[in-house]
């Protein structure tokens, strides 16, 4: 490596472990072996300098519950650890429901899937980097090195996979699943979740406030309102998949190309001598950006007669103000107000924004009050994800392959997937067992009727007609006819490696409104809305049942 060099100024070694750097011409080579045993593929010399790489921004290793790592020790010590196993990844209720329910007590609603790009990149990156094997070698639980060793060589080597971003899902259906040994799924459990609850549950509420506004433009404005930085960066980023047009956020800006805009504050006005010479100043250098704040002082009385002034002797120049921005007070009467001053001052173009804790309620209850706002500006409600702060999304083992004592009993093939199944006091809770995937039926109008979650072998391309079940009350049944069936996971990493093409942000947000468009606005509303159908096939309700009845007799779980 050149003296002037540290190893962040090569290229991103993925996946590798360490980077060779020959001493000879400085190319760099990638490995996930520390000795160096070849040549240098540029000028064939035979000397490296060798070095763990370690990008303190890549450190996901260690981002487990402590039970995570003492579950792989034990089975490592088991000598079980590799053993394939299938998790899904569902979860049971959406979030923003309020508990009314329709008649028989059930909750509609839905999530907008987000996260999958950050996960990717996540497991990409994934690896216990030298500082994280230090730290666990300090535990008291006194891992053994042989454990550590095979833990610094540690890759997500299994296949996932996913429903795609922006895409919309429901109560139980699988929206992940993961076969890889054991330990990984174990180790990736509380990442995978993090990651996806926190990304989904923001798209979801924004994807709320998209419904509502409509054509409306919608602005995010939460950074500082964000539980930590990296809520406010994602959060901003599903913010632009569900349809806002832009953010404050200039972090995310950067980093994922998001359209990035703002009005101004009261800080600058109050540092003025006037509010006028305040809105002069700032449009004087931003003649096409102004949007002047109206309320430091009186909205109505002086806020509007300024910003009028300033649009005027922007008009003078050549330039229409943009728009005029309140925050307090009766947004439904000032913004009625404002239109009729600005209109009777030929000001016709200048837009209304609105912003003051703002969610699709306040949004909803204004439009309906006939407030003339074209612009809302949502931070706090929006990025905490106010009304509904967690999604309880959950990683479960539904199978798994054979034990070797199986195998020699002649009981399993290795072929053989043994569905597992979790039994609870609450039918609801009971896990879906087995491995499976999932159908979604669209009728010939291309609008969305059902999910249909069937075991792996199953198939749905030949039937006409199919009567999807309710998972826990028989009453409740629903016969679709001529529908076309689509499978709704992508294949994402097939042993390790990633097999998905990652679709630009741009290309998230089109799917995102593309596939709200197949549902029903119904199933879309914010209060009460209709409950979607997530039905499991004969088969697998009848092995669900057998395997209940099973575990009830005390055969264990099995
Ligand atoms: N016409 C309206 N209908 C429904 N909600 C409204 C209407 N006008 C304002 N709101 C909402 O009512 C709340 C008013 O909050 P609050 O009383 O804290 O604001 P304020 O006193 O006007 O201003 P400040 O933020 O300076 O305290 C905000 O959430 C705002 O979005
Ligand atoms: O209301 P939100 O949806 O969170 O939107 C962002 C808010 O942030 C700013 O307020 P600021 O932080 O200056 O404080 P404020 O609430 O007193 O206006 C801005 O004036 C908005 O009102
Ligand atoms: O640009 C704005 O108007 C803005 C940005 C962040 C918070 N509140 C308002």
Redesign the pocket.
């Known amino acids: 490596m050149k003296p002037d060099k540290t190893i962040f100024d090569y290229v991103k070694p993925t996946k590798f472990r360490y980077i060779h750097i020959c001493t000879n011409c400085d190319q760099p080579h990638f490995s996930n072996e520390e000795v160096a045993n070849r040549s240098c593929l540029a000028c064939e010399g035979t000397h490296f300098h060798v070095t763990p790489y370690y990008n303190p921004a890549e450190d996901y290793a260690l981002d487990v519950d402590y039970y995570a790592i003492t579950m792989m020790y034990a089975l490592w010590k088991e000598g079980l650890h590799k053993t394939e196993v299938v998790f899904d990844d569902f979860y049971r209720k959406a979030p923003f429901v309020k508990a009314v329910g329709d008649v028989t007590g059930e909750l509609g609603g839905y999530v907008a899937f987000g996260g999958l790009g950050h996960l990717i990149d996540t497991i990409e990156n994934l690896y216990f980097n030298e500082s994280d094997i230090a730290y666990l070698r300090t535990r008291p639980e006194n891992f053994d090195e042989a454990f550590l060793e095979d833990l610094r060589k540690l890759r997500f080597s299994g296949d996932l996979y996913a429903v795609e971003e922006g895409n919309l899902i429901f109560p139980n259906t699988p929206f992940i699943r993961v076969e890889a040994p054991v330990w990984e799924c174990i180790w990736i459990e509380a990442m995978l979740l993090n990651i996806i609850n926190a990304e989904s549950l923001v798209l979801t509420k924004g994807s709320r406030m998209k419904t509502i506004a409509g054509e409306d433009t919608l602005?995010e404005?939460?950074?500082?309102r964000a539980q930590g930085r990296d809520a406010s960066v994602y959060g901003a980023k599903m913010a632009y998949i569900a349809g806002f047009a832009a953010t404050?956020n200039v972090k995310a800006g950067k980093q994922f190309d998001v359209p990035v805009?703002?009005?101004?504050?009261h800080v600058y006005i109050m540092f003025h001598p006037s509010e006028l010479e305040a809105f002069l100043a700032y449009a004087d250098v931003f003649p096409e950006k102004t949007?002047p704040?109206l309320d430091t002082t009186d909205t109505l009385g002086s806020g509007l007669p300024n910003a009028i002034t300033t649009a005027h002797a922007l008009a003078e120049k050549g330039y229409d103000m943009a728009a005029v921005?309140l925050?307090s007070g009766d947004l439904a009467y000032l913004s009625k107000e404002v239109r009729k001053r600005l209109d009777e001052a030929g000001l016709q173009h200048v837009k209304i924004?609105a912003?003051n804790d703002l969610d699709e309620y306040t949004i909803a209850s204004l439009k309906q009050q006939g407030a003339k706002i074209d612009i809302w500006?949502v931070?706090t409600k929006y990025i905490t994800a106010y009304d509904n702060p967690a999604l309880g999304g959950v990683h479960k083992i539904v199978a798994r392959r054979p034990f070797a004592d199986e195998f020699e009993r002649g009981v399993y093939t290795f072929d053989d997937w043994i569905a597992l199944i979790k039994i609870s006091e609450s039918m609801e809770k009971i896990l879906n067992p087995g491995r499976k995937k999932v159908y979604r039926l669209f009728g010939k109008d291309g609008m969305a009727k059902g999910d249909y979650i069937c075991l792996e072998h199953e198939t749905l391309e030949e039937q006409q007609e199919i009567t999807l079940k309710h998972p826990t009350n028989p009453l409740k049944v629903k016969k679709v006819g001529n529908f076309e069936a689509t499978l709704l996971h992508k294949s994402i990493f097939q042993r390790g490696k990633l097999v998905y093409q990652v679709p630009t942000l741009q290309t998230v947000r089109q799917y995102h409104q593309q596939q709200k468009q197949c549902f029903w606005e119904e199933y879309l509303r914010l209060e009460v809305p209709e409950v979607y159908r997530v039905a499991l096939s004969d088969e697998l309700r009848q092995m669900k049942a057998r395997l209940i009845a099973e575990h009830r007799g005390g055969e264990g779980h099995r």
């Not at 404005?221 to 500082?224: D, E, N, P």
């Not at 805009?261 to 504050?265: D, F, L, N, P, S």
């Open positions: 602005l404005m939460g950074k500082r404050s805009t703002g009005t101004q504050a949007i704040l921005r925050d924004a912003t500006g931070g």
